[in-house]
Structure formats: C-alpha cells, structure tokens
C-alpha cells in the first residue's frame, strides 16, 4: 500500500517489481492466490491500471482458477461518498470485468480513503482500510464534498482471516485519540 513507488523502492527494495516495474506480486497461501496490484501512477492522486498491469493481473487469475482469490490495491475500487472519491481508481470497470474471469474473488481490499469502508460493488466485496498515521471524520451530509476533518487517529492496519468458507477482516487501531488535526470548508479539497 503506498502513494509513491520510488519512495515505496527506496525502503524495500525492487524485489516487489514485476517485470514492468510495477510494485506487484501474488503471494499463494493456505489454498488462497493472493494478488497484490499496484494502482500508482506518478504524479497522480487517482489510480490507474494500465493494459500492462490488467494483462498482468488476467495472467495470474488464470493461475489460479483452482483456488479463491483476494485483490490488494492501493487505491478502491468504489465511491465512498465523500472527498477521496476524486481519488479512487480511474479504471474500476476495466478492473471488475478482469476479475469476472475468475469463479471465486472473495475480497477487494484497498487503502488511499483513509477510513474504515466495506460494500459489494458487481457482487465482489470490498474494504477500505483507514490509514496507517490519520485519518478524516466524514460527513455524509449534502456539503460532505466540502467539509474536510482530518482526525489524528486511529492509525489502523487489517487482518485478513479467511478459510476454504469465508474472509474475515479485523482492523486494530494503534492510535485512537481522534484530536481533530484542523477542519476547513472549502470548495477544492486535496487529500492532506
């Protein structure tokens, strides 16, 4: 999960690269494909998936027709309703019609909002995880376009439990202050 790759490379190294150089790799666990896809475009809030790393992802979903799968991305997939939706991934149907090719996606799990999300979009569920140092009280009100809180907590990270039935995410908090950090009403908002 990160918001730049060169700085992402820097700490832990290209051995997370495919050949393309996206920081992108399957992890096969207890009867589970893994895959983590990177969404980063430099220079850009937004995600992307280009044609590489679709074809990429296509390739290791065919691998692994015996078994289920669940998808890390950085950026989700569905609208939140709030701020971080001009954000989201700029591709998130090209991305569902791949994962239509395999029978059993259990789980889409993302980061980027920094809240605590989970819906089902084109019956793939999904979860948002808040962010590992802030995150934004949200306000689902008609001006939530315009009201920004950023909160001082919780720091949050998830833990993926799942079996030949099912996917369970808990989220442990390791900061949970919730100080208000500032609030601002503005008609454009950049995420920090």
């Known amino acids: 999960n990160h918001d730049d ?31 983590v896809l990177d969404s980063v475009e430099a220079g850009r809030h937004t995600g992307v998936l280009c044609d590489k790393r679709l074809a990429w992802l296509r390739d290791q979903l065919n691998a692994a027709l015996d078994r289920p799968v669940i998808v890390i991305i950085h950026h989700h997939v569905n609208k939140v309703r709030f701020f971080m939706d001009d954000y989201l991934l700029e591709n998130p149907n090209e991305l569902l019609d791949v994962l239509r090719i ?4 259990r789980h889409v799990i993302s980061g980027h909002v920094h809240i605590s999300t989970t819906g089902i979009i084109r019956g793939i569920p999904f979860t948002t995880v808040a ?5 934004f009280a949200v306000s689902l009100g008609s001006d939530s376009r315009k009201k920004v809180k950023k ?21 442990h908090n390791y900061i949970d202050q919730h100080s208000a950090l500032y609030e601002k009403t503005t008609t454009s908002v950049t995420p920090c």
């Open 151 to 171: 909160l001082e907590g919780p720091a949050q990270y998830a833990v993926v439990l799942a079996d030949e039935a099912s996917v369970t995410v808990h989220f």
């Open 5 to 35: 790759r060169d700085a992402f490379l820097s700490v832990f190294g290209r051995a997370h690269c495919d050949s393309n150089g996206h920081v992108q790799r399957v992890i096969d666990q207890k009867g589970y494909r893994v895959i």
């Open 131 to 135: 962010g590992g140092h802030y995150t």
């Open 102 to 105: 395999h029978p059993d996606v």
